[in-house]
């Protein structure tokens, strides 16, 4: 599972990061205000937006006991059921927001989390599924995914290694056979301080998986860093602006800051390269200020190179430093004014090497 295609990219090493907008609830229950972000989403640069598939009902019961009381949270006092009804996206909304994803070319999918959900997207088509980091624990409902023979990115918030690993045999067994691992910390915001982003390359390697990042923090740093650690995908939440508030706003990402965050993303792409040693091409034109032997005093004809006359200084018109040694006690073969680079047709031959230097 060295890569994985959603829609008509191909991810993994050697492609370009996966960037994921995340809608949520920034919709706010706004249709015309889901159309926008979609819109943003493409402008500012993401490859995908995601929304969620559920309602109050398929996630809990309309309870006010202390068994649903939301604490310790930026949702504290609200019951889930509450959270749920504020937060979800109407069905109805699904299909006509894809045909606009469609349009715009920016792939298009949901998280799933119960058999409705899913039997509802694969009616919409959806080219992947996602499945949040508090559904991980669900093997049935990622056995049911799993039969969908569609792509599968899996958060891993709060999950052990044992979880994790019950998860993508589930997936397998299920018959999935494109399976990505998202470091998550499930908290809202996350502290960047509790990532623990060395968790990616460790993924990939220990479950043989695409592995990347969903990422709750505060700006782009989290993001960028866990590129340069070989995240093949980053998933962050997208708003128009915090300011209009909602259950997610607080620690989603404006369009300006996203935009910004691909940017950067793309350009820690670029620097990351591959391994490579020697001058590349945009170095050649420094090449010659490294440093090489000159005269630094006027050298008769016969006359001892000595530290008095030569130097290793800059720039590198001269033979190499390397060759410093070999030179002093030589003799000049003609007269050198001060300034100029040495040559080996200028040494008169007692040592191995200047023959070969240039």
Request: proline share 5%; glycine share 6%; with cysteine.
């Amino acid at each position: 599972m060295n890569t994985i295609k959603i829609g008509k990219r191909r991810i993994g090493h050697g492609f370009p990061t996966y960037v994921v907008a995340e809608l949520s609830a920034n919709h706010g229950q706004d249709f015309e205000k889901a159309v926008e972000i979609i819109r943003i989403a493409k402008k500012v640069g993401a490859d995908a937006v995601k929304i969620q598939t559920y309602t109050p009902d398929t996630l809990t019961i309309n309870c006010d006991n202390k068994y649903f009381k939301i604490k310790g949270t930026i949702w504290k006092n609200k019951n889930l059921y509450e959270l749920y009804r504020e937060a979800y996206t109407p069905w109805e909304w699904q299909p006509k927001l894809k045909k606009i994803a469609d349009k715009l070319k920016i792939d298009f999918f949901s998280t799933a989390f119960d058999p409705t959900s899913v039997d509802f997207l694969e009616k919409l088509n959806v080219p992947a599924y996602k499945i949040s980091s508090f559904e991980l624990v669900d093997l049935p409902l990622i056995k049911l995914v799993a039969q969908t023979g569609k792509p599968m990115i899996i958060s891993t918030g709060m999950a052990t290694e044992a979880e994790i690993s019950s998860a993508v045999k589930a997936a397998i067994t299920g018959g999935c056979r494109e399976i990505a691992l998202l470091k998550c910390v499930s908290a809202y915001p996350a502290d960047p301080t509790g990532m623990n982003l060395n968790t990616i390359p460790d993924m990939e390697r220990r479950f043989g998986v695409v592995s990347g990042v969903s990422d709750h923090s505060l700006g782009s740093a989290v993001a960028i860093a866990a590129v340069a650690l070989g995240a093949c995908i980053v998933e962050k939440h997208i708003t128009l602006s915090r300011a209009d508030g909602g259950p997610d706003s607080a620690f989603s990402m404006e369009p300006d800051e996203f935009a910004d965050m691909v940017k950067n993303l793309r350009m820690a792409e670029a620097a990351l390269g591959l391994p490579r040693y020697g001058c590349t091409p945009q170095e050649r034109a420094s090449k010659i200020f490294r440093r090489s032997l000159f005269a630094v005093k006027d050298i008769r004809c016969g006359e001892l190179f000595t530290k008095e006359n030569v130097r290793s200084i800059r720039p590198a018109y001269g033979l190499s430093p390397a060759l410093y040694d070999q030179v002093l006690g030589s003799r000049a073969a003609c007269f050198i004014p001060r300034g100029t680079p040495l040559k080996r047709v200028m040494i008169r031959k007692r040592c191995r090497g200047l023959a070969d230097e240039n």
